[in-house]
T-cell receptor
Framework: QKEVEQNSGPLSVPEGAIASLNCTYSDRGSQSFFWYRQYSGKSPELIMSIYSNGDKEDGRFTAQLNKASQYVSLLIRDSQPSDSATYLCAVTSQGAQKLVFGQGTRLTINP | GAVVSQHPSRVICKSGTSVKIECRSLDFQATTMFWYRQFPKQSLMLMATSNEGSKATYEQGVEKDKFLINHASLTLSTLTVTSAHPEDSSFYIC????????????FGPGTRLTVT
């Protein structure tokens, strides 16, 4: 079992709809959770970090963390074509600095 | 968010030569930086962890004598690809870890290396 799992997609969502990206992790000691966006040919960009159970909102983005179920999700409201990218879920464990990445979900927003 | 720069953004070199890539944290100090490599349509692969003032920690399978890492200051880490070969052609990306409070990794824009 991979340490961090994501549905690789591709996930297609119509413009204006809500895109929902999911991620599960195997290490119960994981403490920090991140969502990165990576456009083709570019480096990853940090868009959300979450550390405690519940929801965290930033503009059109909402991260949700459920440590008991070991999943973290990212919702993108009012999806725009510019949101089309690969979204990487990443996790760090207590005392660790290295990010453990999922394989990424490719999201396409259709105009 | 924090800003990390890389230089050069793109480099072409001949087989057998060495190439140095610089990674700088522009608006924060980073005691820890990371170097990744990414091949087309593949995931990021962590190569090494670079700590200011100490030797880098390399991931399994990464040759430390081929990929020399120096982290001489709190804002600069360098990766030197020595005796480059065509199979070293890849997208090299650094990241820097913020300190104090939540530790977040911010990535540089990457360096595309082509070895001919």
């Amino acid at each position: 079992q991979k340490e961090v799992e994501q549905n690789s997609g591709p996930l297609s969502v119509p413009e204006g709809a809500i895109a929902s990206l999911n991620c599960t992790y195997s290490d119960r000691g994981s403490q920090s959770f991140f969502w990165y966006r990576q456009y083709s040919g570019k480096s990853p960009e940090l868009i959300m970090s979450i550390y405690s159970n519940g929801d965290k909102e930033d503009g059109r983005f909402t991260a949700q963390l459920n440590k008991a179920s070991q999943y973290v999700s990212l919702l993108i409201r009012d999806s725009q074509p510019s949101d089309s990218a690969t979204y990487l879920c990443a996790v760090t464990s207590q005392g660790a600095q290295k990010l453990v990445f999922g394989q990424g979900t490719r999201l396409t927003i259709n105009p | 968010g924090a800003v990390v720069s890389q230089h050069p953004s793109r480099v072409i070199c001949k087989s057998g030569t060495s190439v140095k890539i610089e990674c700088r944290s522009l608006d924060f100090q980073a005691t820890t930086m990371f170097w990744y490599r990414q091949f087309p349509k593949q995931s990021l692969m962590l190569m090494a962890t670079s700590n200011e003032g100490s030797k880098a920690t390399y991931e399994q399978g990464v040759e430390k004598d081929k990929f020399l890492i120096n982290h001489a200051s709190l804002t600069l880490s360098t990766l030197t690809v020595t005796s480059a070969h065509p199979e070293d052609s890849s997208f090299y990306i650094c990241s820097a870890l913020t300190t104090g409070g939540n530790h977040e990794q911010y990535f540089g824009p990457g360096t595309r290396l082509t070895v001919t």
